[in-house]
């Protein structure tokens, strides 16, 4: 197992990514990425790339927010994404301990983002600023 600084870290095994270590409010079975048919995934500027996370939860929470870094150089610099809002992101709020749940979101890569290599982090917290999940991944954006 390989773990980083409390986030999953994901390979790609054919289009879909799988976890392989834990979280402390949440447990993910299955993190998607598509299309990101290799690591690290490519990301064209201009366009859009659907994210979708099935996990269970921990913990009870009336709701959840996402929040998206790009990790360049050890600093992290937010990603903005369509929807924050874990409710109005296929989670069915409130969230209730044991429950599964799946998590369906976008990552735009705007035109203006450099093209360069760096780490995607992207974190799910709850009503009271703890992490139910956290994952990882590499990737390219390109022209």
């Known amino acids: 197992e390989r773990y980083l600084q409390g986030c999953f870290v994901l390979v790609t095994l054919s289009l879909f990514l799988f976890v392989l270590a834990?979280?402390?409010?949440?447990?993910?079975t299955e993190v998607n990425v598509s299309?990101?048919?290799?690591?690290?995934?490519?990301?064209?500027?201009?366009?859009s790339y659907?994210?979708?996370v099935t996990f269970s939860s921990k913990i009870d929470?009336?709701?959840?927010?996402a929040k998206v870094y790009g990790e360049i150089l050890h600093v992290d610099v937010p990603f903005p994404i369509p929807e924050p809002d874990g409710c109005k992101s296929g989670i069915q709020c409130p969230i209730e301990k044991g429950h599964s749940y799946s998590?369906?979101?976008?990552?735009?890569?705007?035109?203006?983002?450099?093209?360069?290599k760096l780490i995607v982090q992207w974190e799910l917290i709850d009503d009271q600023g703890q992490m139910i999940f956290c994952w990882k991944i590499p990737v390219q954006i390109t022209s």
């Open 35 to 47: 299309p990101c048919p290799t690591q690290p995934c490519l990301l064209q500027k201009g366009t």
């Open 103 to 116: 998590y369906l979101n976008k990552l735009p890569v705007k035109s203006e983002y450099p093209s360069i």
């Open 22 to 28: 834990g979280s402390k409010d949440g447990s993910i």
């Open 61 to 65: 929470s009336q709701g959840s927010k």
């Open 50 to 52: 659907s994210v979708n």
